[in-house]
């Protein structure tokens, strides 16, 4: 297995760094145009694996040729949020730097399974569609699998219980008009709305939704990493391992859930074939609505960013 990760800043140094400790790929490329910045880091994590008890490899490069034949590649280029910035701020210069940098890595690469973590991500991973042609099942993005962990982590805090014992589900686009349902929030099989107040969950779901941001602002020159990193480290365990993992992921939906030619998170089963299925769920009225709104705020972003780099 091969995986190229592209973008050598703080979420691509430490996603090639979780593949190479979980050693799931034999031969990881990190990717990003500083000169020094991927030979730099990659060394240092090369030279990391005799103690973590790796054999894989790393080698950092500053253009495409050492990427050749990857079997994945992880899109995490573009510029960082910083305070006040929305995802969708954004969108002009990262639909240049993700559009190239996908049109890039399919020319070396052809048959790989795309994953796309870079902000706005569910618009991003619809202009990595459009650029490489790829069909809906190779080119999905790492969002839902980062809110649910937010939210699994911000229940966890107010429960004070394992967060192993909480189940939860995060649907729609990524950002502020995310959905994550009620229904399905458990611990331990418990319905979460029988352990917490319908208010003070309300404030945990508006927490959730502005996690990001919350990072944003105390970091000040940066956006969050651990957390994103991990989450499309997640994803490709799945696919490698053929785990057939249900997680919550960007995908193109062409009719699911009533809603076309839109990239939104929706619960997927994730295995060798990287996208195999998309499960949909029976939503009520009002989580039809809140999903409905979210997709159309990610279509209308879609639209816009088609416009601006000249596609349809």
Do not use: W
């Not at 005799?50 to 080698?59: A, C, E, T």
């Not at 991990?230 to 009719?255: F, N, T, Y």
Request: proline share 4%; aromatic share 6%; glycine share 8%.
């Amino acid at each position: 297995m091969k995986i190229t990760v592209v973008g050598g800043g703080n979420v691509g140094a430490t996603a090639a760094q979780l593949l190479a400790n979980q050693e799931l790929a034999s031969e990881i490329i990190l990717v990003d145009i500083v000169d020094g910045i991927p030979q730099g880091k990659s060394l240092d994590m090369y030279q990391s694996m005799p103690i973590l008890g790796s054999d894989s490899k790393i080698f950092g490069t500053n253009s495409y040729e050492l990427t050749k034949d990857s079997d994945i590649v992880i899109i995490t280029a573009g510029l960082a949020r910083k305070p006040g910035m929305t995802r969708e701020d954004l969108l002009a210069k990262n639909a240049e730097i993700v559009g190239s940098c996908a049109k890039s890595a399919y020319e070396y690469s052809p048959n790989a399974f795309f994953i796309i973590v870079s902000n706005p991500l569910d618009v991003m991973t619809y202009l990595a569609l459009k650029v490489t042609g790829l069909p809906k099942n190779k080119v999905i993005g790492m969002a839902g699998i980062l809110d649910t962990a937010r939210y699994r982590a911000f229940l966890s805090m107010e429960l004070g219980v394992s967060m192993q014992d909480i189940q939860a589900l995060v649907l729609g686009g990524h950002g502020d008009t995310m959905v994550p349902l009620k229904r399905y929030t458990t611990v331990a099989g418990i319905p979460i709305t029988d352990l917490i107040e319908p208010a003070r969950l309300d404030e945990i779901i508006a927490r959730t939704a502005a996690g990001g941001a919350e990072i944003v602002g105390y970091l000040k020159t940066g956006s969050a990493y651990y957390a994103p990193a991990s989450a499309a480290v997640q994803m490709v365990e799945s696919i490698v391992r053929d785990q057939k993992r249900v997680l919550p992921c960007s995908v193109l939906l062409e009719g699911e859930y009533g809603i076309n030619d839109t990239v939104v998170g929706v619960p997927v089963v994730l295995g060798k074939n990287c996208l195999e299925k998309v499960i949909e769920l029976k939503l009520d009225a009002e989580e039809t609505a809140m999903l409905k709104k979210s997709s159309d705020f990610v279509r209308k972003n879609i639209v816009e960013c088609m416009e601006m780099v000249g596609l349809k």
